[in-house]
């Protein structure tokens, strides 16, 4: 149909479309010749450069944390879910997430580092591979996680290269806090918190009477136990402090200045929390803060670090500052994308990688399947010196196990004395049955009868090896009892737990049996502790053979 001849509204139309036709060539050909074919090409390259520079970075991490994580799944299970097992969540749950986080914060810095392997991180990394299987044979948790952790980062020092490692370092570091390594030092923040809690309390004109960690007030009686310590509140802080000092603070000296002032605001914001808890709960006769304080101890806490925070951002930097009020920020124009240099050495590192993390799992499987399994049995001591079995116990009090194989108990009598010995067998060992555990002590730090008042060591002979036991003074209503512990492995004796440790992995190495004993001597206070210590050392001369390895084998896998 020709145009003369269609209707005159389809007419118009035909026109309009025509129009529209003629001057979008002409505005093609004005785009091409003020940006040529090559020009653009050029400008779309560089573009989809800076674009996938900006996801490299995390998917090479990325790959490269899947990879380790999937081969030492047990292990960054305990890690990644700590709790579960119990639903006590903790703020290191965290952890991975903000892990993920700071790397994807970092990406442009990373797109920016060539790949260049590392071939010396190999050696870093079969280090670390042999400490996680020291701390898998050993039962050693803090060893078994920091090794996965520190693995993770040596797999990555080595097939990225320094450059990547070094722009990676905080949130590599950050992965630590996802480890419970502070155990060690409960026991000094409890003796802490106990004499700050009771020098505050009589400095408030409140009448208490201490005991150790034990207070008696007028409306009550408390303990500072492990959980009273602050050390989850003292970690949470650390973590986060450490999260804002990088996050906020361009200068090191800040960041350490800022993270040390949160470790002693934890350590005194724990003191106050124990005070105020017992302050609040003895001016309202119990009516509060009595039963249930942890919450206000995690309210008390967010108050004080927002605070500090607070007057944190008023120190931070002016690149922060200026990010704060709007001020755009810098296009990334530096540089080019991240570069891989020598393909044949990258895949060729990234083989030996896979197999130094590989082999350190196998082995374990091996040297566990090697193992021999002995069932054992605890025979009962015969008399000697003088001291004859009873079964008129003075005392009920034993020590706190966690899951051993057997337990036994016999008390003995001479002279109007009495010594308990007790018993503890650890057999073929796995995570919820140790010799060696802060789980297994004198009393439990929860028990609502039985608390040690204080604790030390003393020298002792045994089978002519001399040992440390540790001793402690223990108090249950109007029972006080002076116990000795220590271990015996393999027929040696020994009060130390490094020692006992090192022992029993030389016995997994080898393919020997894996048998200990947790020992325990226990005596009433009739006088004074010294006297009660002297019963200790008598009964332990004279019964000292049986007390190394009292063991009967009964079969053996």
Request: proline content about 4%; aromatic content about 12%; hydrophobic content about 50%.
């Amino acid at each position: 149909m020709h145009l003369h001849t269609m209707p005159r509204d389809k007419r118009r139309t035909h026109e309009i479309f025509l129009d529209l036709a003629a001057g979008r060539i002409k505005l093609l050909g004005l785009w091409t010749q003020m940006c040529p074919k090559e020009a653009l090409r050029n400008k779309m390259s560089k573009h989809f450069a800076q674009t996938q520079s900006q996801f490299i970075g995390p998917l090479l991490i990325s790959l490269i944390t899947f990879s380790v994580v999937l081969v030492y799944w047990p292990t960054f299970y305990d890690l990644i879910l700590e709790g579960k097992s119990t639903g006590n969540y903790t703020h290191r749950i965290f952890v991975m997430p903000i892990f993920l986080i700071a790397i994807w914060r970092i990406r442009f810095d990373l797109g920016l580092q060539p790949v260049k392997p590392c071939w010396l991180g190999l050696l870093a990394l079969f280090a670390g591979g042999a400490l996680w299987l020291v701390g898998e044979l050993a039962f050693i948790q803090v060893l078994r996680n920091l090794a996965a952790i520190l693995m993770l980062a040596m797999a990555i020092l080595t097939i990225l290269g320094y450059r990547w490692f070094v722009t990676a370092i905080f949130p590599l570091f950050f992965l630590v806090f996802a480890v419970p390594f502070y155990g060690p030092i409960v026991p000094f923040l409890v003796d802490l918190t106990a004499a700050f809690a009771f020098n505050a309390l009589q400095f408030s004109g409140v009448l208490v009477y201490r005991e150790g960690p034990h207070f008696e007030l007028s409306s009550g009686r408390w303990s500072i136990v492990d959980a009273c310590s602050g050390i989850e509140y003292l970690s949470a802080v650390t973590m986060f402090a450490t999260l804002f000092a990088w996050t906020v603070f361009d200068e090191n000296r800040k960041r350490v200045a800022f993270v040390a002032g949160a470790i002693v605001l934890g350590i005194i914001g724990n003191w106050l929390r124990a005070y105020l808890t017992m302050l609040i709960a003895h001016v309202t006769g119990n009516q509060f803060l009595r039963e249930s304080h942890g919450t206000f101890g995690w309210y008390l806490f967010a108050v004080l670090l927002f605070f500090y925070c607070m007057a944190g951002w008023n120190l931070r930097n002016d690149s922060v500052k200026s990010a704060a009020n709007g001020a755009p920020e810098m296009a990334f124009t530096r540089g080019a994308a991240a570069t891989v240099g020598g393909s044949w050495q990258l895949v060729l590192v990234c083989i030996c990688t896979l197999l130094v993390i590989l082999a350190w799992p196998f082995l374990r499987t091996t040297l566990s399947q090697a193992s021999r399994t002995e069932t054992v049995q605890i025979p009962r001591i015969k008399t000697a010196g003088g001291w004859i079995e009873t079964s008129n116990n003075q005392t009920d009090w034993k020590p706190a196990l966690t899951n051993p194989t057997r337990q036994s108990v016999q008390t003995f009598e001479r002279r109007g004395t009495q010594v308990s010995v007790h018993f503890g067998l650890f057999a073929n060992e796995d995570w919820h049955s140790k010799l060696v555990s802060s789980v297994n002590k004198l009393v439990d730090s929860e028990s609502r009868k039985w608390s040690v008042v204080s604790t030390s060591r003393t020298n002792l002979t045994l089978a002519g090896r001399a040992i440390r036991p540790k001793t402690g003074s223990i108090v249950g209503g109007q029972q006080r009892v002076v116990a000795w512990h220590w271990y015996s492995v393999n027929g040696q004796p020994t009060a130390d737990d490094f020692q006992a440790k090192l022992w029993q992995l030389s016995s997994r190495l080898r393919g020997e049996a894996d048998v200990g004993v947790w020992v325990a001597l226990s005596t009433p206070i009739t006088g004074s502790d010294q006297s009660a210590e002297s019963v200790l050392r008598d009964f332990a001369e004279s019964l000292g053979p049986q007390l190394v390895w009292p063991l009967e084998e009964t079969h053996l896998e």
